[in-house]
């Protein structure tokens, strides 16, 4: 690290590569793998492709989760911070994971930050626009709670 944390897209720093994101990208992610194309295509709408380099900050402990983030390619640790500063990483997501599902699902603030370990291509998928998907498409809510539960 090099002392200063580069944002992604979903943070406010246009500098990384964002394009739209084609349903069938969504196959890539366990929790995806299963939906009829009727939701992929619902979830492709609300959804951008990010490309960001290693040690870039995606997420802040405290702070809302916009964004649902799938990892497509490279590695994501999500490390919880204690009262004195000291950081710890609690897990790190795989190409095919998920993080800050619980954040946006419930709207609250993230339990943990979430950066970068190489560099990654992942998901964002709009918390606003999932939480209004949920309400029509029941079989993505269905998938969203197994996830959870894995």
Partial sequence: M????????????????????AFSQFRDALVFRDLA???LAGLAAISTLVTVPE?????????PADRLLVVLEGQVTL??????????????????????????????????SARTVTP??????EATGL???????????????RAEAL
């Fill in 37 to 39: 194309d009727g939701a």
């Fill in 79 to 112: 490390e919880n911070a204690t009262q004195g500063g000291a950081s710890a990483v609690v897990e790190v997501v795989q190409p095919g994971g998920h993080l800050m599902l619980s954040a946006v699902l419930s709207g609250l603030p993230s339990l943990m």
């Fill in 131 to 145: 939480r209004t998907l949920l309400h029509r498409e029941i079989s993505l809510a269905s998938a969203l709670l």
């Fill in 55 to 63: 040690d870039t900050m995606l997420c802040r402990q405290g702070t």
């Fill in 120 to 125: 990654a291509r992942l998901i964002g998928v």
């Fill in 2 to 21: 090099d002392g200063t944390d580069r944002m992604t897209p979903l943070m406010g720093d246009a500098s990384t590569d964002t394009t739209p994101v």
